[in-house]
């Protein structure tokens, strides 16, 4: 079977432990992956100013050949912030949902490669802990201004809020838009082409690596699309069963290295046996 050569990994409820941490044993493997000449890319809902500090600490070098999927896949960059690629949506599209947020009277905000922008005036504290995550600047308007890049457009509220909208969310908005929940308190609207499958796929094509060589690793319902596109896919113990049940593996959990866990249970060892299944693509 064809050795790992491609690793995306979800940063949130994956890479970090819930104390907001690395675990020892994540940074060893990937340490060690990098040392093998295996891609490591992180794919995150965060712009890269959310992701940088984390690739200092496990070790990802900052080039012009190294990568990140950001946004939730709606944007490509060097680690050295080399723009590969980016999908907006239109300022027609950013009216019709910031209407669907105001009729729902639900907090709406964009987040662009400068800041995060938003027309709302009272921050709900799981936007206050988003902005601080990403180590983005809040820019509050009175009227949104058509220059904004509209990459990510997202409500921010509760469990309880958010699993409702879900609920209730219009055909139309669901046809139009890739809509997913990159975490318990985000629901988030992005282009139909902007996923992190898409862009793990565009990553691998652009280093002549095959699916069966990439390997995928999140939590949430926002990395099904790299389970997809991944030689093999990896959820992690945390995840829900929903997720848990989309994955060739489930690995041990955020505070338990489960990340360093299967990078070395697929990509540092030479062989693999036969419980370790592999998808055929």
């Known amino acids: 079977m064809a050795n790992i050569k491609l690793i995306t990994i979800d940063m949130d409820g994956t890479l970090l432990s819930s104390q907001q ?23 995150s809902g965060r712009p890269l100013s959310g992701i940088l500090p984390w690739l200092k600490i496990i070790g990802v070098p900052i080039s012009n050949d190294q990568f990140v999927i950001a946004f939730n896949g709606a944007v490509i960059q060097t680690t050295s912030g080399k723009l590969i690629s980016k999908n907006t949506i239109s300022y027609a599209d950013y009216l019709q949902l910031q209407t669907f947020a105001d009729e729902q009277k639900a907090y709406f905000q964009i987040e662009s490669l400068d800041a995060t922008h938003t027309i709302g005036k009272l921050i ?106 991944a030689g093999i ?37 030479a062989s693999r046996t036969m419980n370790q299944p592999i998808k055929s693509n």
């Open 21 to 43: 941490q690395v675990p020892t044993g994540n940074m060893t493997a990937i340490k060690q992956a990098l040392s093998q000449g295996i891609k490591v890319v992180i794919a």
């Open 124 to 229: 709900p504290k799981e936007a206050q802990m988003e902005n601080y995550l990403i180590n983005a600047a809040l820019k509050v308007h009175d009227q949104m201004p058509k220059e904004v890049e509209f990459i990510k457009p997202l409500i921010n509220g509760s469990q309880e809020e958010l699993d409702h909208l879900t609920a209730i969310m219009p055909k139309e908005l669901l046809e139009k838009f890739n809509i997913v929940r990159g975490a318990w308190y985000n629901l988030e609207f992005m282009s139909k082409n902007a996923s992190k499958g898409n862009a793990l796929k565009q990553i691998a094509d652009q280093l002549a690596i095959p699916s069966k060589q990439t390997m995928a690793i999140g939590d949430q319902q926002n990395d099904l699309s790299m389970f997809q596109r």
């Open 233 to 269: 896919a990896v959820a992690m113990a945390n995840a829900r069963p929903e997720i848990q049940a989309k994955a060739d593996f489930v690995t041990k959990n955020n505070d338990q290295a489960g990340v360093g866990f299967a990078i070395a249970k697929y990509a540092l060892n």
